[in-house]
Nanobody, 124 residues
Framework: VQLQASGGGLVQAGGSLSLHCAAS????????VGWFRQAPGKEREFVAA???????YYADSVTGRFTINRDNAKITVSLQMDSLNPEDTAVYSC???????????????????WGQGTQVTVSS
């Protein structure tokens, strides 16, 4: 599965951005899709994930501010980011896995397929 992430940019604190992850040549049917981010000098961290069942999971730092969704055709997965703050500044990447289990959703090592990152910058 080839993934393509888009939608990053520059936004002021308190603003919103929407990221999109598209599957090329396939759909996300049967896959778990996750978003991760990596800020300069920091390790990559889990942001959100959505399973093929539609169940969603979030990092504590984004709960209540970010929403992950997948379209009915399971072609794209979006990450709506609201109430952004400078600590959200990072390169955001989407990833997918077909067999990752619930306990591994927050672990980037569980994901087999990755898209390129998209930069999100939140100014104060």
């Amino acid at each position: 599965v080839q993934l393509q992430a888009s939608g990053g940019g520059l936004v002021q604190a308190g603003g919103s951005l929407s990221l999109h992850c598209a599957a090329s040549g396939s759909t996300f049917n049967g896959y778990t899709v996750g978003w991760f981010r990596q800020a300069p000098g920091k390790e990559r961290e889990f942001v959100a994930a959505i399973r093929s069942t539609g169940h969603t999971y979030y990092a504590d730092s984004v709960t209540g501010r970010f929403t992950i969704n997948r379209d009915n055709a399971k072609i794209t997965v979006s990450l709506q980011m609201d109430s952004l703050n400078p600590e959200d500044t990072a390169v955001y990447s989407c990833a997918s896995c077909r067999t990752c289990i619930l306990s591994s959703l927050r672990n980037d090592q569980a994901y087999a397929y990755w898209g390129q990152g998209t930069q999100v910058t939140v100014s104060s």
